[in-house]
């Protein structure tokens, strides 16, 4: 006797509960509060499909049917439709309850993979899809759509016409699209986790951004795995294997623990790394901790930093950003003495000459500010795991004098990088002058983060054992191969390394795909066996000549892909390696008649309509159902001079090919990218035909 079910839903019936008639939505909500009572059969309202082996459920309310099967402890909810879509009809004997044998089968819809070559096609010889009538005033009504989006759409008679009517959000159109678009449920993907039917009226009146996913039996293991050990436990995984949800529970299962110990007031640290993941994760924590959630600090480690500097000199400091820094850094150059004899000094100005702008301030930030190299001696004996271009004494020596000049140019301008300031906050933390010290510290993505950053959070947990740590090698755009207990002694994860391998996100399609591009520049080789939930068509790659062309391209896989996939033009995004280059794509965009909006990481909008343009790095912890990956048309990327020498060359490409897997990774049901045809980038190459649509 199962003392108190939990309901949980498939993707497809969140869709159809967004797109239920107001009217519906009480009447389904009382019906599902009393699912939760009692969803056993009762030969009524609540019935056994017959031939099913998964013990499917059918429970009728009104106009509507819910379909469900039972897992103690939970209900899974799996689609809502109205009762006039069932597959065949009833029929009923006298006592108006359906005989064993007319009882329909609603089997499982998988739908046929589509093939992105037919979404390429010019529009016009693309046959147009028909609604099951023209939309009317009556039929916009009963969907409760606002009053003022009637008019134009009043009279559509075709998918096409809805789904890229401009200006009607997308939660709207496909509303539209559920009721009128000749469509069947899809039942299956992820679990989600409804904790109270109340929230499901939250997330359709926008006060809620998600749910909780369900644990699978992998992931369940390391919600509370090696809980009980003396050191620091890491999880890895790729991209969508569900490390952050992981760190979720495993947040909740630690406070439980700590009550357990008698700590009644537990606090405990949850990093991530933008704002966005900070207040959906704050949701998602609420929805399993409750008003317990209050002893959980959820924050990006950036907003850590700041705190910590600000509580010891008040006064914010002022950041350089890219273009100033830049600048910052062709002045140091400039006013840099070197020492030594007159041959030495020559090479140490030669060395500077042949290294990269970029290369060089990524040595200085990420090598000596970052690892807190605060002596010449201490970069002369430093490892520098992930940096392809070897440096030898008089190049060291040479790095080492400009980084000094920078130091006293941004100073002059009173500016400060992220780097300076990460390492600062370390230190005053390991001198006493930081927070009072954590129960426990989770950090999601540890990859991503600076040396000096795990200095700082491992020094703020009270004790190793309660150090949980994510981290994805693969995934890292700005390398990896360092240990470690190189870092800090309590992250010293020996035993106590877990590996998750089912991807939830991508199709296998794209996994495999952004995989086998990546993997020359893979950075570890033990991730090799995956899992995926979901298939779908191989990405496809497409050269063009023209920006026209391109923009052609896009247009047309968005809108094909978005009407067969079903979804709206909000889930589509393309990605771009530079700000130019994506400013350019949207304005081209628009000039076609489609929204199109750039963003940068701070003008970051995921609900704005239309499609989202952005770069490759902007995307990063980031996923959109459709993904586009160009404009490489419009600029040199990666830019590499003929000065470089082949080891840096080549590290500079296997950090952007890494960007580029990122990128991939983004994408979970359809992906496009569109490279130049005369392209000679090795970036660019990599795509094999096992794995690609590559026809023309």
């Known amino acids: 006797m199962v003392e108190s079910w939990t309901l949980t839903m498939k993707p497809g019936f969140l869709h159809a509960w967004t797109a239920l008639p107001s009217e519906s939505v009480v009447t389904i909500q009382q019906s599902l509060e009393t699912l939760l009572q009692d969803p056993q059969p009762d030969g009524e309202k609540r019935i056994s499909l017959p031939g099913d082996d998964e013990n499917r459920m059918r429970m009728a309310i009104g106009e509507h049917h819910i379909y469900y099967t039972l897992d103690a402890p939970y209900i899974n909810l799996l689609a809502l439709h109205q009762a006039s879509e069932e597959p065949s009809p009833i029929s009923q004997t006298q006592d108006k309850r359906p005989t064993p044998e007319a009882i329909p089968h609603w089997p499982e819809v998988t739908p046929s993979v ?10 016009e010889e693309r046959p147009a899809a028909r609604l099951t009538r023209a939309i009317n005033e009556e039929t916009l009504k009963r969907l409760a759509i606002p009053k003022h989006f009637h008019k134009q759409l009043k009279g559509i008679d075709t998918r096409d016409a809805l789904l890229e009517c401009s200006g009607v959000p997308d939660e709207y159109l496909l509303k539209i699209d559920d009721a009128l678009g000749n469509v069947r449920p899809i039942t299956s993907g992820p679990d989600q986790i409804v904790n109270e039917v109340k929230d499901l009226l939250k997330y359709r009146e926008g006060e809620l951004r998600g749910f909780l996913l369900k644990l699978n039996p992998e992931q369940q293991k390391f919600a509370t795995w090696r809980m009980d050990s003396t050191g620091a436990t890491l999880l890895k995984g790729g991209p969508g294997t569900g490390k952050s949800t992981v760190a979720l529970y495993r947040t909740w299962k630690m ?13 405990i640290l949850f990093t991530t790394y933008t704002n966005a993941l900070v207040n959906f994760s704050k949701q998602l924590l609420h929805a399993l901790m409750g008003d317990n959630d209050e002893y959980v600090d959820v924050r990006t480690a950036d907003s850590l930093v700041m705190n910590i500097v600000m509580s010891r000199y008040q006064n914010r400091p002022d950041m350089a950003d890219r273009p100033t820094l830049m600048a910052c850094l062709e002045e140091a150059i400039e006013r840099t003495e070197f020492e030594g004899s007159k041959m030495q000094k020559k090479a140490q100005e030669t060395a ?31 490892k520098r795991p992930g940096r392809k271009l070897g440096f030898n004494k008089i190049q060291r020596k040479a790095v080492w004098a400009v980084h000094k000049s920078l130091q006293v140019v941004l100073a002059e301008r009173r500016l400060f990088t992220w780097q300076q300031l990460r390492a600062r906050a370390a230190e005053l933390v390991e001198k006493g002058h930081g927070p009072e010290q954590y129960d426990a510290v989770l950090v999601d993505e540890a990859q991503d983060l600076d040396a000096s950053v795990l200095q700082l959070i491992a020094e703020l947990c009270k004790t190793p054992a309660n150090i949980f740590v994510t981290a994805d090698a693969n995934q890292s755009i700005y390398g990896g191969g360092f240990r470690w207990t190189h870092v800090h002694d309590d992250l010293n994860f020996r035993g106590r390394t877990g590996v998750l391998r089912a991807n939830h996100r991508s199709t296998l399609e794209i996994g495999e795909a952004a995989h086998s591009y990546l993997a020359w520049g893979a950075i570890e080789g033990e991730l090799e066996e995956r899992t995926y939930v979901s298939h779908g068509p191989r990405p496809a790659v497409r050269a063009v000549e023209e920006v026209e062309h391109e923009t052609q391209l896009l247009y ?51 609900g704005a309509p239309g499609i989202k343009v952005m770069t490759l790095k902007t995307a990063k912890g980031l996923e959109f159902p459709l993904v586009g990956i160009a404009g490489f048309l419009d600029s040199e990327y990666p830019i590499l001079r003929d000065t470089l020498g082949e080891e840096e060359r080549d590290e500079i490409l296997t950090q952007e090919r890494r960007t580029m897997f990122v990128g991939m990774t983004r994408a979970m049901r359809a992906l496009l990218v569109v490279i130049p045809s005369s392209t000679t980038s090795p970036l660019l190459e990599g795509f094999e035909d096992e794995h690609w649509n590559l026809s023309r």
Not at 114 to 123: A, G, M
Not at 364 to 382: F, G, M, N, V
């Open 114 to 123: 589509p093939d992105v070559s037919e979404w390429l096609r010019p529009l």
């Open 352 to 382: 500077i000459a042949r290294l990269n702008s970029d290369y060089l301030l990524e040595e200085i930030q990420r090598i000596i500010e970052a690892r807190r190299l605060y002596q010449l001696d201490d970069y002369l004996k430093a």
């Open 255 to 267: 406070f439980h623990a700590f009550r357990e110990q008698g700590v009644f007031r537990p606090k």
């Open 556 to 606: 047309r896989f968005f809108k094909g892909a978005a009407k067969d996939l079903r979804f709206g033009l909000g889930s589509c995004a393309v990605l771009c390696p530079t700000r130019k280059a994506g400013e350019r794509i949207a304005q081209r965009l628009e000039h076609l008649g489609t929204t199109a909006t750039f963003m940068t990481g701070q003008t970051l909008n995921l």
